[in-house]
């Protein structure tokens, strides 16, 4: 069997704490259109279940997969199905308007990060405000962890999805690991 | 450091935004009829303003989008922002946050 390349994080999983872990890969697919075409956006509707959100940061769900607002005319699909073929599908559904679709799914590595110290660890680790009075489950955001560009989904109460590039994802598996470090200190 | 906000994301920290420079300056529309020194004009000179100032910010961590922001070079104080196309916001009458 070959090593464990040092780069994923899997080679460190073993030390990450209680409310920590990476996901195993999801189909992520890259959309991108006109949320103002009621062409685009019936199509999307039609094919996955998703009403793409129109406001920032904001995601919601379909029958197989979510969208996440990344930008005006920008969204990130995810989900556990297969993503060649929802490519496939949206390709199908949407072909001959102006619009991009494309697999992304080996672009981001999904860290879940839950539990009663999620907050606070999230909150060391970013300078964007995730105080439940502003964020709530069902926001999404993309801002820098520890540095990192990321995306940060809230998923429950206390969960978190953390969307990092694949390249960075020891560095910030690592620094969230050291962020919860302190919390699971017994009592 | 600054909390800009964002047309589309709203307020965010300014480690989340790349600097654009001077807003609103206009590509020529016929490049090729220009000579060097107007061109020059075009590409490198920009206004040193001491003052509110139209700058361009790209939210380069967020949305990945371009929009303009109207602040004050001495003291950081920000007037407001608005997306590529639109009006800039109404300076305030005083000289500027003076401090």
């Known amino acids: 069997m070959a090593e464990t390349p040092w780069i994923t994080p899997a080679a460190i999983a073993e030390t990450f704490p209680e409310g920590l872990k990476e996901l195993p890969p999801r189909a992520q697919v890259n959309l991108r259109g006109s949320v103002t075409d009621s062409a685009f956006t019936d199509a999307v509707k039609a094919g996955t279940g998703i009403a793409l959100p129109d406001t920032p940061n904001k995601t919601a769900a379909g029958t197989d997969f979510k969208a996440l607002w990344l930008s005006p005319d920008e969204w990130l699909l995810v989900g556990e199905g297969e993503a060649a ?24 590595t999904i860290f879940e990060l839950s539990g009663p110290h999620s907050h606070p660890a999230l909150m060391k680790s970013s300078e964007f405000d995730f105080h439940p009075r502003v964020f709530a489950p069902g926001d999404c955001v993309q801002t820098l ?43 | 450091m600054l909390n800009i906000d964002c047309p589309w994301c709203g307020k965010r920290h300014e480690t989340e935004f790349r600097y654009g420079g001077e807003a609103h300056i206009a590509r020529p529309e016929d490049p090729a009829k ?42 950081h104080e920000i007037v407001g922002s608005y997306k590529m196309g639109e009006k800039p916001p109404k300076l305030p009458k005083s000289a500027g946050g003076a401090k």
């Open chain 2, 34 to 75: 220009l000579d060097d020194a107007e061109w020059a004009e075009f590409l490198f000179m920009r206004t040193n303003t001491k003052g509110y100032f139209a700058e361009r910010w790209l939210h380069s961590h967020g949305c990945r989008r371009w929009f303009n922001v109207i602040r004050h070079t001495v003291t």
């Open chain 1, 145 to 187: 962890i520890a540095k990192s560009q990321a995306i940060v989904e809230q998923t429950g109460e206390t969960a978190f999805h953390i969307y990092v590039r694949s390249s960075f994802s020891r560095y910030v598996g690592a620094w969230l690991a050291e962020a919860l470090a302190e919390y699971s200190v017994a009592e």
């Open chain 1, 85 to 108: 073929s929802l490519v496939q599908k949206l390709e199908a559904a949407l072909s001959g308007q102006h619009v991009a679709v494309n697999d992304v799914s080996a672009n981001r």
